[in-house]
């Protein structure tokens, strides 16, 4: 069938499998050219089928030649449906990770059920000598079933305390207006925590603790964000800042836990903001996206996740110097994002920044074109007109 993209919100309801696959090679290729990491060598991806959590598997793989398992929830494709983008994104890895001779299996449903992480650990005591030393946790998920309870937990994008109004965009058309959002009240809150907070991460830890397959030493790393005070009503001080607090807490729960049981540790890592699957979903961000890239990139300092990702290996949890951490002992990638003088540039363009101008000020171009490769969609050397077979298997998913 011919694949076209069909945008209905902030989803693409359709992927390409060609174009998705050359997304993949084009961040193998950037790791290529970076110096090799001395790192992790068993590395457990949860959530890892685009985004952040893609990267995080790209890295450990081609930058330190580590055997990764990721864990995924995406959906094959049926009929004249596509794939999900992230179900081709992690055919293409492993076809590369193959051909490299690296070892690389996946493992595709819910991440908070019980019975995918006892599956999860059964394949590594099955597959692995040795232990896992350095689990990513990226999962981004607007819900969440209890494992235990089964109680299903909505989270909610919602302002705390009073009504949220400012400046959001449609991406689509360009057109800038403002947006009003009611604030949440106690049960949105809770929920959101329940989903996006720290209690899952908490209990895959515990889970590969009681398995004993973690090694001495081992790392765990959440990913997180903190962002511009003029996302804070909706992000920080919101819901989702409620349950990114609850994670950060979380951290420190689990370093004393993996300090006594096994001299590991755990951080969150505040990453910069990019065009991803989750953030698209929020409002106001995707504007103050637009901004951004437009600043970091006059400035010479623009990063996508593969960039974010290789310096966080490379410059932080497997820099031979030592790592740096805030003084709440997260790790910040956001740094070149959160410098006074990009940030002084783009809230002068926030407060400028309209239908008419948008485009000028702004790169809302770039930010299209990266919400289209998310989905496959723009990359070079793809015949976007030709017949394709969509049904593409995950090498070591077994249907």
């Known amino acids: 069938m011919i694949v076209k993209p069909k945008v209905r919100g902030f989803i693409c309801t359709t992927s390409h499998p060609q174009g998705c696959a050359e997304n993949v090679k084009q961040q193998i290729a950037y790791v290529k050219t970076q110096k090799p990491i001395t790192g992790p060598k068993k590395v457990l991806v949860i959530g890892a089928s685009t985004g952040y959590g893609l990267a995080s598997r790209i890295v450990a793989s081609f930058g330190a030649e580590a055997q990764t398992i990721g864990v995924f929830f995406e959906k094959a494709a049926s009929g004249k449906r596509t794939a999900s983008a992230g179900w081709y994104n992690s055919a293409a890895f492993e076809q590369e990770a193959e051909a490299a001779g690296i070892y690389a299996k996946s493992i595709n449903g819910d991440a908070f059920?019980?019975?995918?992480?006892?599956?999860?650990?059964?394949?590594?005591?099955?597959?692995?000598?040795?232990?896992?030393?350095?689990?990513?946790?990226?999962?981004?998920s607007p819900r969440r079933i209890h494992p235990d309870s089964g109680e299903i937990f909505n989270s909610a994008l919602k302002p705390i305390g009073k009504t949220f109004t400012d400046k959001t965009v449609d991406v689509m058309n360009g057109t800038v207006s403002n947006i009003v959002i009611e604030p949440a009240n106690d049960d949105d809150i809770a929920n959101t925590v329940e989903v996006m907070g720290g209690e899952d991460w908490a209990m895959w830890v515990d889970a590969l603790l009681t398995a004993d397959v973690l090694a001495d030493g081992a790392k765990t790393v959440a990913y997180s964000y903190v962002g511009p005070e003029v996302t804070y009503p909706i992000y920080r001080q919101g819901t989702i800042g409620r349950a990114k607090e609850h994670l950060e807490a979380t951290a420190h729960k689990l370093t004393e836990i993996l300090q006594q049981q096994c001299h590991g540790h755990a951080y969150v890592s505040i990453n910069k903001g990019l065009v991803t699957q989750a953030s698209a979903a929020i409002p106001v961000v995707p504007l103050y996206i637009s901004l951004l890239y437009k600043t970091m990139k006059e400035k010479d300092l623009h990063e996508g996740?593969?960039?974010?990702?290789?310096?966080?290996?490379?410059?932080?949890?497997?820099?031979?110097?030592?790592?740096?951490?805030?003084?709440?002992?997260?790790?910040?990638?956001?740094?070149?994002?959160?410098?006074?003088?990009?940030?002084?540039?783009?809230?002068?363009?926030?407060?400028?920044?309209?239908?008419?101008?948008?485009?000028?000020?702004?790169?809302?171009?770039?930010?299209?074109?990266?919400?289209?490769?998310?989905?496959?969609?723009?990359?070079a050397n793809i015949d976007y007109d030709a017949e394709i077979d969509v049904d593409v298997a995950v090498p070591s998913i077994k249907n």
């Open 305 to 379: 996740c593969i960039e974010q990702i290789s310096r966080l290996y490379q410059d932080h949890l497997y820099n031979p110097n030592g790592m740096a951490t805030d003084d709440v002992d997260r790790i910040r990638i956001d740094d070149w994002e959160m410098r006074d003088d990009v940030q002084s540039a783009v809230m002068q363009a926030w407060l400028d920044v309209n239908s008419d101008n948008i485009e000028q000020i702004s790169d809302l171009k770039g930010y299209r074109d990266e919400f289209y490769k998310l989905f496959g969609f723009g990359l």
């Open 113 to 140: 059920s019980n019975e995918i992480k006892q599956q999860t650990i059964d394949l590594i005591k099955q597959d692995w000598n040795g232990k896992v030393d350095l689990v990513i946790y990226s999962l981004a």
